[in-house]
Nanobody, 120 residues
Framework: QVQLVESGGGLVQPGGSLRLSCAASGNIFRIYAMGWYRQAPGKQRDLVATITDDGSLNYADSVKGRFTISRDNAKNTVYLQMNSLKPEDTAVYYC??????????????WGQGTQVTVSS
């Protein structure tokens, strides 16, 4: 069982920065692909960024060049550094863990979500 605890959300002005953290329980963090997703009011949940167990990166076009995802396996933690924030980045941000085991069984977990608001 994996539990994800997020922190770092808040209110910032346009052009500002935030760093989100997601701490995972357990001792198998290093084998999971990790991701950040976001959901604005009245809209679907969309992918923001992912990082695999091997360190491969993927970003949504809307955040490429502004956001950076990283992981520290020794601390069981994944980060999302958000720079040059825009009002359209306002959303609830969710941490995700995803893994297929040797037999093809999928294990997926979500954090509780943390609010990011970008406003003057």
């Amino acid at each position: 069982q994996v539990q994800l605890v997020e922190s770092g959300g808040g209110l910032v002005q346009p052009g500002g920065s935030l760093r989100l953290s997601c701490a995972a329980s357990g001792n198998i963090f290093r084998i999971y692909a990790m991701g950040w997703y976001r959901q604005a009011p009245g809209k679907q949940r969309d992918l923001v960024a992912t990082i695999t167990d091997d360190g491969s990166l993927n970003y949504a076009d809307s955040v490429k060049g502004r956001f950076t995802i990283s992981r520290d396996n020794a601390k069981n933690t994944v980060y999302l550094q958000m720079n040059s924030l825009k009002p359209e980045d306002t959303a609830v941000y969710y941490c995700n863990a995803d893994h297929y085991n040797y037999y093809g069984t999928r294990y997926i977990y979500w954090g509780q979500g943390t609010q990011v608001t970008v406003s003057s």
